[in-house]
């Protein structure tokens, strides 16, 4: 309890305290001390009731059983008109600092006067802590100990560094003595090595552990460093500094165990998991939504409007304020319960009005887009720029929504983060005015989604024919094949010629004949006709080097195959060559004939039918980006002009479903080329509508369509 | 390029389409079907297409044509592209024995040189083609066909870094464009192939003797002579060598006369030639040869 009573005070309760023992042995002996506080070097005075005549006088100090003479003691009678005399003796300059029980006496006194005197560094020495500013620190030091015994592993400790600001610190270094006392919770710490804090092996390592030991330097009567002091599991250290048993206020301090980026980390993974459960949930419901062939995983699907398969900007206000009110919460959270040892926080009010205020927006468009249609999908894959677009149309209620989402959540989270872990309280506070700013943000943006025309939507394409110019000709050109009847009766009636009593090499080149022979009469399709060259050129090989074996052995010395076995293995080989050559120049003649009708296939009419909303006839038209003009379309009227198939309920002047017929042999030389371009060979194409208005809807489409043509499916 | 790089372009396309340099002057294929026809020669004229009348028309009208009396009456058949011709023995017999007639050779060489070449060339020209492998590449295109849709995707030499950029773009986005049709021309893929190893072995100039699918093609194979024909070398290729003076140079060797310039008969021939005093040194059976045994 004396640990929280000022310096000051505490000297003057000192000082009372001697007071009264003075007090307590004047009224046993009449003796008192002319001061309890006495520098080395000083006089110490007792004042007693002594002889009036000079006399002789004894004096000394007593520490914890330590007890010193004081060698020059003197006794002076009693001035004119004073009462009492004088024992004086002078403080060693050896005496360590601390409070003593001097003993004093002379002749004629009845007992010798006992008294409690403080012996300090100089005269009216004091000592004063300041407060830790700031009072708490987030930078903790491990040290490495060794463990208890000499196979138990190095145990780590939490230690701390601090500075000492206050006045009175007793400045003289050691070697000698320790004067300054330094107290580390309430406990005094004697064995603090004064050498300083710049050796960068003092906590030790995993390799080579170190005792834990405290250590200090001494800058000044205003300022002591200490490095190395344990930081308790609560994290909580009190400090007083001072010297002798005179104490300085005590001053807490507290070392966090997480700074600010590592709660943040915790808190944005907490977020995480929490908006990755939705994502695992989303997984397990449906599969991958797709547009144009490109499939749109989870997060983006989030944020994808189906109506439009564009991104929705009032859904990405609504996850964006979600997850920052997460994570601003986890992170406080964090901070009270495991930084510093707190309750659980309550929300602040005006967060869930954020939320209330995103998710109102989310709903409202949803409800604008019900009454008067959606916007314009615009490019034929959502893309990051319809968040502020309307169907490809910079729209500015979106772009200052955006802008003062990201500003609202970008300061939110920003003033989070500037309260530290270890001071936090609770989440800031939204400031009124910015949440009547959003609120006045989020109605310009309904505002501007209600005075907007509904932009076209393409829900599905479809053309007619499917395929392409070149895929309708192959697939109605009749299959030619090569008759290689001829090569094949030549090639058997040669096998028949050799003699079945031919050595081992000519049977080698005649099995890979009949191997040949056998390939090519088993070819009845275009496809067997086009692996055929690959299977007689390894025969034509085999027979090749069955023939020059067969040579070399003929015209080895001695011969080991005769002559008309020589022979006959060079015309097998030679067979195989003519058969070899004649269905190479089969399947080349095959492969002209297949050449024909992709150089130069038949142009067919083309209908593109598009199904979707808002589709405006009168509309300008795209395909891969190159302008599909009117002068190129007739409709049932032969007018140059779509079809409209079917009208558009809420808005008459749109269809919902609009037929542009191309007829390929009443256009002119440029526009035939185009079409050409677009029609005569398979492929993706982009298909664009844009209304009057500027908004457009884009699809893609493919010939032959790989899949079902309509625009955002599932697979 | 020059004549002999000219002449080699021609003998790449001749191996693509008839597996020998000089080409299957009397290659007869026959395609099944309703509306299947013949085609006929060096370059695969056909009746489908009326260039095999064309062509027919050409030999007929040459002066010293062996085989043209016999052909006339046909031709108005080939005119009216009459499926039934491919299945007339007599015809494809015909034809098969006009490939014999130096003439029919001469006509056909000019016939598909005019039809395909001369244009492959000016088409090579006009873009900017000079190197023969470019040139060998563009006339490859004409041959098989598909060259006016293709060279508008690869665009101009400009477009791509250099000339040789180019003609490996090109080759590039016809193999990708083989690949992407109907059989068998998918098949035919080999045709780029060989001319990557030509470009990979840096052969732009087509220096011989090359390699091309298997078959390699030499000066000699080429065909070309100063002023009268003179008898060909005879030695070992790909495919062998079969023909009448074959046999008859295995006759003179005293081996069975089976017609074909195999492994077997170059072993005999160079034998013979170290047996010779002095021993004669050319390659294969050359006029050295042919003098020493008299045929």
């Not at chain 1, 409209?644 to 609009?658: E, K």
């Not at chain 2, 011709?85 to 006509?107: E, G, W, Y």
Request: with cysteine; charged share 20%; proline share 6%.
């Amino acid at each position: 309890m004396t640990d929280r009573i000022p310096a000051g005070a505490r000297h003057l309760i000192r000082a009372c305290a001697f007071l009264c023992a003075a007090a307590t042995l004047a009224a046993q002996t009449s003796s008192q001390l002319e001061s309890p506080r006495v520098a080395r070097g000083q006089a110490i005075v007792v004042l007693v009731n002594g002889p009036a005549t000079p006399a002789a006088a004894r004096m000394s100090i007593e520490r914890q059983g330590d007890k010193t003479l004081i060698s020059d003691a003197t006794y002076m009678p009693p001035a004119p008109g004073a009462a009492r005399g004088r024992i004086s003796g002078t403080v060693p300059e050896t005496a360590t600092l601390g409070d003593y029980s001097v003993t004093a006496e002379t002749q004629g006194m009845a007992a010798a006067a006992k008294l409690r005197v403080s012996i300090e560094p100089y005269a009216n020495a004091d000592v004063h802590l300041n407060e830790f500013s700031p009072k708490y620190t987030y930078d903790t030091k491990t040290a490495y100990l060794p463990g208890s015994t000499p196979t138990a592993s190095v145990v780590e400790k939490r230690t701390v560094d601090v500075s000492l600001r206050g006045t009175g610190f007793v400045a003289v270094e050691p070697p000698q003595r320790q004067e300054l006392q330094i107290w580390i919770n309430g406990v005094r710490r004697n064995d603090i090595v004064w050498d300083g804090c710049k050796d960068p092996n003092r906590l030790g390592s995993p390799a080579a552990p170190l005792d834990l030991v405290v250590h200090g330097q001494v800058f000044g009567p205003e300022q002591v460093d200490l490095c190395g002091i344990e930081v308790p599991p609560n994290g909580e250290l009190s400090f007083a500094a001072g010297f002798g048993d005179t104490k300085s206020e005590i001053r807490q301090f507290t070392a966090y165990s997480m700074d600010t980026s590592t709660v943040a980390s915790f808190a944005a993974a907490i977020a995480l998991v929490l908006a990755l459960i939705p994502l695992w949930l989303l997984s397990r419901a449906r599969r991958a939504y797709r547009i144009s062939g490109k499939d749109y995983r989870y997060v983006s699907a989030l944020f994808l409007d189906p109506e439009t398969d564009t991104y929705s900007l009032s859904k990405l206000q609504f996850y964006f304020w979600t997850v920052a009110a997460i994570f601003g919460y986890a992170f406080l959270y964090i901070s009270r319960v495991f930084v510093q040892h707190q309750t659980w926080p309550d929300v602040p009010g005006t967060l869930p009005a954020i939320i209330g205020v995103s998710a109102g927006t989310a709903i409202g468009a949803q409800i604008v887009t019900s009454a008067k249609g959606t916007k314009g999908s615009g490019e034929e894959a959502p893309t990051i720029a319809d968040l502020v677009t309307s169907g490809g149309v910079v729209a500015v209620d979106r772009v200052q929504m955006l802008c003062w989402t990201i500003l609202g959540v970008g300061t939110f989270v920003s003033a989070v983060l500037h309260e530290g872990p270890g001071t936090i309280t609770g989440l800031p506070a939204v400031p009124e005015k910015l949440l009547y700013l959003m609120g006045l943000s989020s109605t310009g943006y309904l505002a501007g989604k209600m005075a907007r025309k509904a932009g076209p939507v393409i829900a599905e394409i479809s053309m007619t024919p499917a395929d392409s110019d070149d895929g309708i000709a192959a697939r109605n050109a009749t299959p030619r094949l090569p008759d290689v009847a001829q090569p094949i009766a030549d090639a058997q009636a040669f096998v028949a010629t050799v003699p079945a009593s031919m050595n081992g090499r000519v049977q080698t080149a005649l099995t890979a004949l009949k191997t040949a022979i056998a390939a090519t009469t088993a070819a009845h399709t275009t496809t067997d006709f086009s692996g055929l060259p690959a299977t007689l050129a390894d025969a034509q090989k085999d027979t090749e080097k069955a023939a020059a074996e067969a040579a070399a052995a003929a015209t080895a010395t001695p011969p080991t195959a005769t002559a008309a076995e020589a022979s006959a293995a060079q015309q097998t080989a030679a067979a195989v060559q003519r058969l070899s050559a004649s269905v190479l120049q089969a399947v080349s003649a095959a492969a002209a004939t297949q050449m024909d009708t992709i150089v130069a296939p038949t142009l067919n009419d083309r209908v593109i039918e598009v199904r979707g909303s808002s589709l405006s006839p009168d509309a300008l038209l795209q395909i891969d980006h190159v302008d599909l003009p009117f002068r190129m379309l007739i409709n049932a009227q032969g007018q140059h002009a779509p079809d409209i198939l079917m009208r558009d309920d809420t808005n008459p002047t749109f269809a919902r479903a609009l037929r542009f017929s191309l007829l390929r042999s009443s256009l002119d030389t440029t526009d035939q080329e185009q079409a050409d371009r677009w029609f005569r060979e398979g492929g993706r194409h982009v298909f664009t509508l844009m209304n009057p208005d500027g908004q457009k809807a884009e699809a893609a489409f493919s010939v032959p369509p790989g899949e079902m043509q309509r625009v955002g499916v599932t697979s | 390029m020059n004549a002999i790089q000219t002449a080699t372009a021609v003998a790449i396309v001749n191996v693509f389409e008839t597996g020998s340099a000089r080409g299957q002057y009397g290659g007869i294929a026959i395609m099944k079907g309703d509306n299947g026809h013949l085609s006929y020669g060096r370059s695969q004229a056909s009746l489908g297409s009326g260039t095999l009348f064309d062509l027919l028309t050409d030999y007929c009208s040459q002066p010293n044509a062996t085989c043209a009396a016999e052909l006339l009456p046909f031709l108005p058949r080939f005119q009216q592209r009459d499926v039934s011709l491919d299945t007339d023995d007599a015809v494809r017999k015909l034809l098969k024995r006009a490939s014999d007639d130096i003439v029919m050779r001469q006509t056909q060489d000019r016939f598909f040189s005019n039809r395909f070449l001369t244009p492959a060339l000016q088409a090579a020209q006009r873009l900017g083609i000079t190197q023969p492998l470019g040139q060998a590449v563009v006339y490859d295109s004409h041959i098989q066909g598909g060259w006016g849709r293709l060279q508008p995707k690869v665009g101009a030499i400009s477009a791509a870094r250099d000339e040789q950029s180019w003609i490996k773009t090109y080759i590039d986005v016809r193999r990708k464009w083989l690949l992407s049709l109907n059989p068998p021309l998918p098949a035919t893929v080999y045709r780029m192939q060989a001319f990557t190893d030509l470009i990979e072995a840096s052969n732009w100039f087509l220096k011989l003797p090359i390699v091309v699918h298997g078959v390699t093609v030499a000066e000699e194979d080429l065909g070309l002579s100063d002023g009268a024909p003179a008898r060909p070398t005879l030695r070992l290729t790909t495919p062998y060598m079969q023909n009448d003076d074959v046999q008859a140079l295995q006759r003179a060797l005293g081996i069975t006369p089976d017609g074909v310039y195999g492994p077997f008969t170059d072993a005999k021939v160079g034998a013979w030639k170290k047996a010779q005093t002095p021993p004669i040194v050319e390659t294969g059976a050359g006029p050295l040869t042919r003098a020493g045994l008299h045929f």
